[in-house]
């Protein structure tokens, strides 16, 4: 059973002792060929970001490009430990216990708006990309859709639990039965905070090795105040109170 997961803005640091061209060269010459899902997409559309490295400003997001180009380097890192946002602070990988690290290592598909479908074990390198930013106007979860499917198909034959934002949503359809989230608070669905509660729920299926929707099902209602429970075709949707 796997888990979809988003991934985050905030990345780990690094002390970054290469120039841009450096940096450049490094991520043309990935070796892509061990990522768990593969994607002819995926190298195509690294190529673009770095012949973006002259609009740093756009691809960022920021101003200070300098700040965050000091944090590139030539170091991989497993794609859960380079991501460092709110999600997974509630998450927070270290701490779990060894079989409960390996669950997380195993299970868990993070979909970067670079990198494509990433699973959490694969090692990346940090980079910098604005959620939103489409690199020479290039739509990456229209392509990564297309290119990544029929891979991503052929290893999710299960149940599965999407734990994504919206917009990563895009990035790949789910054709199998799986479970949704809906957080509300004063009658109110969560849009941004909502990132702590996903990162909540990962870390008890980790703790607990989840592997089925029963298993789900009482472990939601043992952590969480259920509201509803609603069926739709293929998809189950936890809709859950928030009194914190």
Known sequence: MYILFSPSEEKLKSENHCKIEEIKEFFLNLNMNNFFIKSSFRKEIIEKYINNFDNL????????????????????????????????KELD???LSKDAKTYIDNNLIIF??????ILASDKIPFYKLKQGVKLNKINQAKEYLKDTTSALDEKIKEFVIDLRADIYKDY???????????????????SHSS?????????????????????????????????NIENKDIQTIFYIDIKD
């Open 93 to 95: 990988y270290e701490s």
């Open 57 to 88: 400003e756009e691809i960022f997001g920021v101003k200070d490009t300098k700040s965050i180009l000091n944090n590139f380097s030539k170091i991989l890192h497993k794609a859960i430990n380079l991501y460092q946002g709110v999600s997974y």
């Open 195 to 227: 990132k702590v509660y996903r990162g909540r729920v990962l870390r008890l299926l980790a703790q607990n090795n989840i592997t089925n929707i029963k298993e789900l099902s009482n472990m939601i209602l043992d952590n969480f105040n259920v509201i």
């Open 172 to 190: 790949y359809r789910i054709q199998i039965p799986h479970a949704t989230f809906v957080f509300m608070k004063n009658n109110k669905q969560l």
């Open 112 to 117: 970067s708006n670079l990198f494509g479908p």
